[in-house]
């Protein structure tokens, strides 16, 4: 079992930048792929990125360029930094966690077994 909490959401202005972490517990954090996913009232949960043990990572193709996953896996914890958030970027940021296998990336919610709670992040114009 692997229990995620994600903190770092928030009210923040078109422009501005957040960084979310996600800590985890429960087993070996090094077997694990994190990834941010996000939910917006009314659509359906989107991927946004993904890092493995390795640091490689994989972004959404819509992601790439303002936000950056990192980790620390000494400290158990996952990072997404949001940068130039725009309005649309609004929604729930939700922390998620495989078991690596392969040198595959997943992007369905369903690939995931464990989920934080998920954090808020409005983006005002």
């Known amino acids: 079992q692997v229990q995620l909490v994600e903190s770092g959401g928030g009210l923040v202005q078109a422009g501005g930048s957040l960084r979310l972490s996600c800590a985890a517990s429960?087993?070996?954090?090094?077997?694990?792929?994190m990834g941010w996913f996000r939910q917006a009232p009314g659509k359906e949960r989107e991927f946004v990125a993904a890092?493995?043990?390795?640091?490689?990572?994989h972004y959404a193709d819509s992601m790439k360029g303002r936000f950056t996953i990192s980790r620390d896996n000494a400290k158990n914890t996952v990072y997404l930094q949001m940068n130039s958030l725009k309005p649309e970027d609004t929604a729930v940021y939700y922390c998620?966690?495989?078991?690596?296998?392969?040198?595959?990336?997943?992007?369905?919610?369903?690939?995931?077994?464990?989920w934080g709670q998920g954090t808020q992040v409005t983006v005002s114009s």
């Open positions: 429960g087993r070996a954090f090094m077997n694990y792929a």
């Open positions: 890092i493995k043990w390795s640091y490689s990572t």
């Open positions: 998620a966690a495989r078991e690596t296998v392969g040198t595959n990336w997943y992007e369905a919610p369903g690939a995931y077994a464990y």
